[in-house]
């Protein structure tokens, strides 16, 4: 079929074109890409990268003394400053920060308890910062800091937490913040909810969602907002990444309710983003199984899929969106080409 061949054709070289050399093959599981042509990566064996020329060239490095860590997420402000949560039981939970381009890392919070799992981090700005980890003794671990993350203190107010339920440390986008005081926190297992807060964590309300759950591979995998009130959840069964949803759902209450979303069909989503400053509530979601846009949040199908696999997501502020997954995998997703 000479035309199956040439939309194949067609298709391959469009990905070739957007895939950029890490000169890496480690699992790559966070991004950040806080400015145009800057974006920060983090991956297995403490490994981080940095651009400063739009994916041209990466500069590879590994975090002294990080061998076994698995950093799971990145948190960028410019091409000096960043943080890097490495996700694990006990001790291996850890946050690093550099603020002269990865020259040095100062080590800011080592997770102490034997029984704790951290999964994701955000920022609200370069001082103001939260993370989330997995349940001990009934509730969230959930640590702030106001201060640059010279001090992390731990929040006791979250309610508690449903026996079999977590979160999922898959693409640093468990958590999300908005605003100066915005927060939310997906979780999975024997439930799919959202916690929310808007004094940055002082007090919380709980939301349940449609989402897919009821094992421990299934779930709400990540979180965005666009703003105070629209946002977006993601997810699935990790283990069966082809099967459809319910797996997408969005809100237009800044989370206190939550819809199924009507785009098709709903693969394992473990990343979703919003485009920043596009004129209609466009989304972009990938997981291992498929990358996909949709101009619309009330899209029916998507208008662009990748046949990829792909762990995280990040989107600059012009809309530049870069993705990251196994093997060193990154690439530029571009709806236009």
């Not at 920060?40 to 940095?50: C, D, E, F, I, M």
């Not at 091409?79 to 020259?103: F, M």
Request: aromatic letters at 10%; one cysteine or more; hydrophobic letters at 40%.
């Amino acid at each position: 079929m000479p035309w199956l061949a040439a939309i194949l054709f067609f298709v391959s070289s469009l990905i070739a074109q957007a895939v950029q050399n890490s000169h890496t093959i480690e699992n790559l599981r966070g991004i950040s890409v806080p400015a145009r042509n800057l974006a920060w990566a983090s991956g297995t064996h403490g490994t981080y990268l940095r651009t400063t020329d739009g994916g041209k060239t990466w500069h590879i490095a590994q975090v002294p003394g990080t061998e076994t860590l698995d950093f799971r997420d990145v948190e960028a402000f410019s091409a000096d400053l960043a943080y890097l949560l490495a996700a694990g039981p006990g001790e291996q939970s850890r946050i690093y920060k550099t603020t002269d381009a990865g020259n040095t890392w100062t080590l800011q919070f080592t997770n102490k308890d034997p029984q704790g799992f951290f999964d994701c981090m955000a920022f609200w700005d370069r001082n103001h910062g939260i993370a989330v980890g997995d349940p001990v003794n009934g509730k969230f671990e959930v640590i702030i800091t106001r201060d640059g993350g010279r001090t992390w203190n731990p929040i006791s107010s979250l309610p508690p937490a449903l026996d079999g339920e977590g979160a999922f440390a898959a693409s640093g986008t468990c958590i999300a913040v908005q605003g100066k005081t915005h927060v939310w926190f997906a979780t999975g297992g024997r439930s799919a909810r959202v916690f929310r807060s808007v004094d940055s964590g002082q007090t919380w309300t709980v939301a349940e969602t449609p989402i897919v759950h009821g094992s421990d591979s299934t779930g709400i995998f990540s979180i965005a907002f666009r703003d105070a009130r629209h946002g977006a959840i993601a997810g699935g069964d990790y283990k069966q990444p082809g099967k459809d949803g319910p797996n997408l759902a969005f809100t237009d209450d800044g989370g206190r309710t939550w819809t199924l979303a009507s785009i098709s069909p709903q693969w394992y989503f473990s990343a979703i983003a919003f485009p920043a400053n596009h004129l209609r509530p466009a989304i972009f979601a990938l997981g291992s199984a498929h990358a996909a846009y949709a101009e619309n949040t009330t899209s029916t199908s998507w208008k662009k899929i990748w046949d990829l696999n792909l762990n995280a997501l990040a989107v600059s502020p012009e809309g530049t969106a870069i993705a990251v997954g196994p093997k060193g995998l990154i690439v530029t997703l571009n709806p236009a080409q």
